[in-house]
């Protein structure tokens, strides 16, 4: 046995608003958090963090240990909002481990999920409630919220996956969510 050992626990879910209780951690992203190769529209960033650095998103997670056998479990609640023409978004990341994978559960509120691997695949789903999106192993992910309330879903990953951001911010996603009159337009 090379895991650690733990009591079994359940946790209570609010579908509508993503509270996740109990919790034992939860992490805010303000756009501030999100400068470097996120948005396209770097002039509307700065203007949008100078104007009061919106909440993009939180993530509200019940922390095991990050090891091989055990499952970890959050909710993310993605608010509404645009920098220029595009819409608000995770960061993304791939798996620091990369042969692990992940599951989405759409929970309230509609957006997509941007997937790519290193070699060049890419994907997009459209997600709202009931929508289980799997994420197989070496498929980085984002979600965008392309509606008007919070995009929440749940998301479960292997304990030992760990985020890396390093290579998103860095080069960015293969697609971008684009608001325009016509709806959302993937490019
Ligand atoms: C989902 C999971 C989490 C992730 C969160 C926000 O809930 O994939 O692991 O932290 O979305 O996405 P990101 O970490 O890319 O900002
Ligand atoms: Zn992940």
Redesign the pocket.
Known sequence: MTATALDPFSLMLDFRSGALSPHTSR?E?HLSDMKGSYYADEAALGQLVQSGDPLV?E?LQYDVPEEVGQLIC???VLHPGTVGDEYFM????FHSVRDTG?V?LGLSGHGYLLLMTEEGGRSASPMGPGTVAYVPPYWA???VNTGDEPFV?F?V?PGQAG?D?GTIEESGFAQRVLRTPEGPVLR
């Open positions: 992490t992203r998103y993530v959050c909710t993310t995770t960061k993304g990341h992940e989405y992910h984002r979600t879903f998301a990953y985020h951001y």
